[in-house]
């Protein structure tokens, strides 16, 4: 168990809705990092998030969109979903140091586009 | 050319056995490197970070890094059947907010 929490473990969405995933940090840490995994291959970086503020984007459209609080949570935002959204959605907790940080993932959100 | 590579497998090993996957990455700027696991279904599990040339031991895990030859390694040791998992190699450039990963390499060890 890492301590990073993420809901719903998964969801089930039609083409063109919209979905919100959420994700709690792991205690001690204020950087969450959002990725999306398809199947079979690695994970890839969404965006990062620290101090509330977007902090690094990867090759993802600005309909993929996100949030951080004060508590260091964070929510994944999708909007127009289409059929090659569907992922699975980890959310990576770490603390952030000038090299070396480590980071940990929580379980992990299975999205669906039908 | 992808900027973290890994042999897709899938890797066969006996059950008490070295398991030994590979991953080579293109950046020179990448300075810390990750090895998770992840078994089918789950998220990623951190085992193994390494920083510096050379080896890293943490019990039946070895990391191994060479920034020469741009090339990272994990050596697993006596392998047991519950090791059978994909192996995802990680790299990260100092001060850099992503880690990018290869694809992952499907390891299966047989009783």
């Known amino acids: 168990e890492t301590g990073v929490t993420q809901s719903p473990t998964h969801l089930i969405k039609t083409r063109g809705q919209q979905v919100t995933l959420r994700c709690s940090s792991q205690?001690?840490?204020?950087?969450v990092s959002w990725y999306q995994q398809a199947l079979g291959q690695g994970p890839q970086f969404i965006f990062q998030?620290?101090?509330?503020?977007?902090?690094g984007r990867g090759n993802f459209p600005p309909r993929f969109s996100g949030l951080q609080f004060p508590n260091y949570s964070s929510e994944l935002n999708v909007n127009a979903l289409e059929l090659d959204d569907s992922a699975l959605y980890l959310c990576?907790?770490?603390?952030?140091?000038?090299?070396?940080?480590?980071?940990?993932f929580g379980q992990g959100t299975r999205l669906t586009v039908v | 050319q992808k900027e973290v590579e890994q042999n897709s497998g899938p890797l066969s090993v006996p059950e008490g056995a070295i398991a030994s996957l590979n991953c080579t990455y293109s950046?020179?700027?990448?300075?810390?490197f990750f090895w998770y696991r992840q078994y089918s279904g789950k998220s990623p599990e951190l085992i193994m970070s390494?920083?510096?040339?050379g080896d890293k031991e943490d019990g039946r895990f070895t990391a191994q890094l060479n920034k020469a030859s741009q090339y990272v390694s994990l050596l697993i040791r006596d392998s047991q059947p519950s090791d059978s998992a994909t192996y995802l190699c990680?790299?990260?450039?100092?001060?850099?907010?992503?880690?990018?990963f290869g694809q992952g390499t499907r390891l299966t060890i047989n009783p």
């Open positions: 990576a907790s770490s603390e952030r140091q000038s090299m070396n940080t480590e980071a940990f």
């Open positions: 205690s001690g840490h204020n950087t």
């Open positions: 998030y620290y101090r509330e503020e977007e902090n």
């Open positions: 950046d020179r700027g990448s300075q810390s």
């Open positions: 390494i920083y510096s040339n």
């Open positions: 990680a790299s990260q450039i100092q001060g850099a907010q992503k880690l990018v």
